[in-house]
């Protein structure tokens, strides 16, 4: 199928079709999220699908990848995306700094990525605790789909893996500021070996997106997906398209995050000539990369997706972020500019979070 027609119908069912489901399955956890006893918690929760929806409704274009949309997986996405945002609230803005706490929360993310019936007790560190069993359930709906997969054992290792180091990026993150940017580099000189083109701040970026581990339970629906497969994805997503997911995300959260004293992971570029340098670079990694995959035109329509709604966002209108904005535009293919226009109607008629 031609490039601009598959990206048209999928663009089209993505904004039809999994729209609306996504909304639906926001609004359930929101009313899950206001029965919660502990108004600390409540509120934490209610906030982060109010102010995160743009988070749910970009994952879930994974629920398209075989064409047609799957409500399973859809659901496991906001599930999990609901699970991400609701701790990162509670590791940011609750004004606690434990390290032990952040990692015991986390513990709700590695428990989602397996079919066991295996349950921590995630806030046994935290000074708030009642929830009404809300990420109980949540991380509940998430085992109970992953049970359902025909070839999950083909994506296990690598979808823990992933899971892994995001609770960990996650949890050393939130510390104590005079203590935070030690914590992530030892983190990450753990495994900045094997990644030696990467700063600790990309590996960190890189970690810190949920969009591999998606695409991991996508195609563990698929019997016929193969190691292979896997391999090849894991490739092209960690660290590069994952990569380019978060530096975006912090790109145009920069401005914002100096201002409130929270890491930026962009912020650790010299000046903005090597941010756009190595926006770039993730770029062409990821577009090249996602050309050996199966399905390659799902993933350029990501990669476009991507570019298109974080630099179609309103705090990109600041000079030196616009600026950059239209390099990495002008180093796109025209497709990517007409997604990049739709994405700013989009946000003008608030269907887009």
Not at 234 to 261: K, N, Q, S, V
């Amino acid at each position: 199928m031609h490039k601009s027609i598959y990206q048209t119908k999928t663009i089209y069912n993505f904004v039809k079709k999994v729209f609306p489901q996504v909304k639906k399955e926001l609004h359930f956890w929101k009313k899950q999220a206001t029965k919660i006893p502990n108004e600390v918690l409540s509120y934490q929760a209610i906030s982060s699908i109010q102010k995160k929806t743009f988070h749910a409704q970009g994952g879930c274009i994974y629920s398209l990848y075989y064409g047609h949309v799957n409500k399973e997986l859809l659901r496991f996405i906001v599930a999990l995306q609901t699970i991400s945002d609701y701790l990162d609230n509670l590791c940011d803005r609750v004004g606690v700094e434990n390290e032990k706490s952040f990692l015991q929360l986390h513990h709700a993310i590695t428990d989602s990525l397996q079919p066991n019936p295996i349950f921590h007790n995630y806030y046994k560190d935290y000074p708030y605790k009642d929830d009404g069993n809300y990420l109980y359930l949540l991380v509940k709906t998430c085992k109970d789909y992953l049970k359902t997969l025909p070839n999950f054992h083909l994506v296990q290792k690598d979808l823990l893996f992933l899971g892994k180091l995001y609770s960990e990026m996650q949890s050393y993150k939130h510390i104590a500021k005079n203590k935070r940017e030690q914590a992530m580099d030892d983190w990450a000189n753990n495994y900045l070996h094997l990644y030696k083109n990467l700063s600790t701040w990309e590996f960190s970026a890189a970690a810190g997106s949920t969009l591999g581990m998606f695409l991991l339970c996508a195609l563990s629906t698929d019997k016929n997906s193969d190691e292979k497969t896997v391999k090849n994805v894991m490739d092209a997503y960690f660290p590069y398209i994952c990569g380019l997911h978060i530096l975006l995300d912090y790109f145009i959260d920069e401005r914002e995050d100096l201002a409130t004293g929270d890491l930026n992971f962009v912020s650790y570029y010299k000046d903005d000539i090597t941010k756009e340098k190595r926006l770039l670079y993730f770029l062409q990694q990821s577009l090249n990369k996602a050309l050996s995959l199966q399905n390659p035109l799902f993933h350029i329509t990501v990669i476009e997706g991507l570019l298109s709604m974080y630099l179609s966002d309103p705090k990109t209108n600041f000079e030196a972020e616009r600026n950059i904005s239209k390099k990495i535009l002008r180093n796109t293919s025209f497709n990517t500019n007409i997604l990049h226009a739709s994405c700013k109607l989009l946000r003008r008629k608030n269907i887009l979070g």
